[in-house]
């Protein structure tokens, strides 16, 4: 069900622009880059209108050529600093090589993510303990959790399988779990 | 079930990434009843989620595409449709 007017990129800038600027945002953290995004979403839209099947609604069509932008621009910055970087954080350093048991044993966090997520300290030590993580972590373990990209999305971005990127992000997880809980957490008791 | 902590910690990771399947489920469950640091790390890393989760609302919310950028695309966008005609 779309008319004429619906299909219009001056009219989808007025009624979707906002929106498709948060997602954006929320993806790339740049003002610049989202603007960016943004423009090169109505325009490719706009070329490829002929495509809209019209079984889903103008929204999610826009949204969804935003994210395929959004996964070619990871692709190409991942490309032009891409450097064979293995052997990242090897798990079994948390677990005892005998036993199989934890060995710093996690431990209960009190606070509420609300608390947290306004504590600016916290925030702090957070952001330090994401970029310690070796690079490879790092960066998938962003884009699911900064960027808030689906499994598939970052599968596609990175190049690499779902069992790879589970892999790095159990890893992210770990290490970051046991740097918060030296920085942060361990005091509390 | 020498490794079984490395395992569940595994899981329980892959459980923000995937819908884990019954018996997957049912491990956890019953490792949790006996293993309290892995009840821990569960907890912890889900709590993680939600600070992330929160923190990338907050960040959008309210935020507008500015003025100045609007109008850009949109000189943009005409230039391209004035091609077209």
């Known amino acids: 069900m779309t008319n004429k007017r619906e299909m219009n990129p001056e009219q989808w800038l007025s009624e979707y622009g906002d929106m498709l600027y948060r997602f954006a945002l929320q993806r790339a953290q740049d003002s610049e880059l989202a603007a960016d995004l943004v423009q090169e979403t109505l325009l490719s839209a706009w070329k490829s209108k002929d495509s809209f099947a019209g079984n889903s609604t103008v929204r ?9 932008k959004w996964i070619d621009h990871l692709r190409k910055e991942i490309r032009t600093r891409e450097q064979a970087q293995l052997a990242e954080g090897d798990p079994t350093a948390w677990f005892d090589v005998d036993s199989g048991k934890w060995n710093h044993k996690p431990e209960q966090w009190h606070d509420d993510p609300a608390s947290l ?5 916290f925030m702090q030590v957070l952001q330090g303990c994401t970029e310690n993580l070796p690079s490879k972590q790092q960066r998938v373990f962003a ?3 900064l960027q808030g990209l689906d499994s598939e999305e970052i599968c596609k971005a990175c190049d690499i399988s779902s069992t790879n990127l589970h892999v790095l992000l159990h890893r992210a997880r770990l290490g970051l779990r046991h740097c918060l809980n030296e920085h942060w957490f361990g005091g509390q008791k | ?3 079984a902590c490395e395992r569940i910690s595994q899981l329980a990771s892959q459980q923000l990434e995937r819908k884990l399947n019954l018996s997957e489920r049912v491990s956890m469950f ?12 569960n907890q912890n890393i889900l709590k993680l989620r939600q600070v992330f989760e929160l923190k990338r609302d907050e960040m959008v919310n ?16 005409r230039s391209h449709l004035e091609q077209q005609d």
């Open chain 2, 62 to 77: 309210d935020v507008k595409l500015p003025e100045l950028k609007r109008n850009d695309i949109q000189k943009v966008i």
């Open chain 2, 1 to 3: 079930m020498k490794h």
């Open chain 2, 30 to 41: 019953v490792h949790f009843l006996m293993c309290g640091a892995c009840k821990q790390y």
């Open chain 1, 60 to 68: 999610t069509w826009l949204v969804g050529i935003l994210k395929h």
């Open chain 1, 117 to 121: 997520c306004q504590n600016k300290q």
């Open chain 1, 143 to 145: 884009m699911r959790e």
